[in-house]
């Protein structure tokens, strides 16, 4: 167990509205990220951060924002939820080791 | 993107039997990892390779780290009902980013 817990677990929300997913972790590691889980696409990352405040962006990055203000918390963004946005959305670790661990996931849907 | 292309898609087994899949990089990893993941859950980390050539083993599970850096393999000897699940691969070859292949699903016919 990897000490990484995600809120919420589920959200449906309307095209147009702001969302914001939260990830914690309670290990303090450096490096956190964001994927998506899509059939046939497997997962693709996001965003990702190096350290508070250090964050760079990933394969699928547009349409998102990252926020870390703090070691423990990665906050990703939709500033404005379209359709083809309606995935599963992860929170990884990584430790010293360059073993990523992963959260339990948040299930978006956007209608 | 960096494209892992990951074989089989899908698997179907007898419950005994044992399986291999593999995957494969355009380029060179430095690190190779296998996660299975179920239903509704995240990915499980099983074997992390760390060095060409390199062989692991978790319990039923085995993994290589190819000699060309640019593909690895995974092995489940003696399948049992439990083993069901999406197992996919991940390499890294900075140590910040990782790309993900797109699965192979294993199904275990008891």
């Known amino acids: 167990d990897a000490g990484i817990t995600q809120s919420p677990r589920h959200k449906v929300t309307e095209t147009g509205t702001p969302v914001t997913l939260r990830c914690h972790q309670t290990?303090?590691?450096?490096?956190m990220y964001w994927y998506r889980q899509d059939p046939g696409h497997g997962l693709r990352l996001i965003h990702y951060?190096?350290?508070?405040?250090?964050?760079d962006k990933g394969e699928v990055s547009d349409g998102y924002s990252v926020s870390r203000s703090k070691t423990e918390d990665f906050l990703l963004t939709l500033e404005s939820a379209t359709s083809s946005q309606t995935s599963v959305y992860f929170c990884?670790?990584?430790?010293?080791?360059?073993?990523?661990?992963f959260g339990p996931g948040t299930r978006l849907t956007v209608l | 993107g960096q494209q892992l292309n990951q074989s089989p898609q899908s698997m179907f087994i007898q419950e005994g039997e044992d399986v291999s899949m593999n995957c494969t990089s355009s380029?060179?990893?430095?690190?190779w990892l296998w996660y299975k993941q179920e239903p509704g859950e995240g990915p499980v980390l099983l074997i992390a390779?760390?060095?060409?050539?390199e062989l692991t083993s978790n319990g039923r599970l085995t993994a290589q780290f190819g000699i060309t850096r640019k593909d690895s393999f995974l092995n489940i000897s003696a399948s049992i009902p439990s083993d069901v699940g999406i197992y996919f691969c991940?390499?890294?070859?900075?140590?910040?980013?990782?790309?993900f292949g797109t699965g192979t699903s294993l199904t275990v016919i008891p």
């Open positions: 990884a670790i990584k430790d010293s080791a360059d073993e990523q661990f």
């Open positions: 290990e303090n590691h450096r490096y």
């Open positions: 951060s190096y350290g508070v405040k250090d964050t």
């Open positions: 380029s060179i990893f430095n690190t």
């Open positions: 390779l760390y060095k060409a050539g």
């Open positions: 991940a390499g890294t070859n900075t140590g910040n980013q990782f790309y």
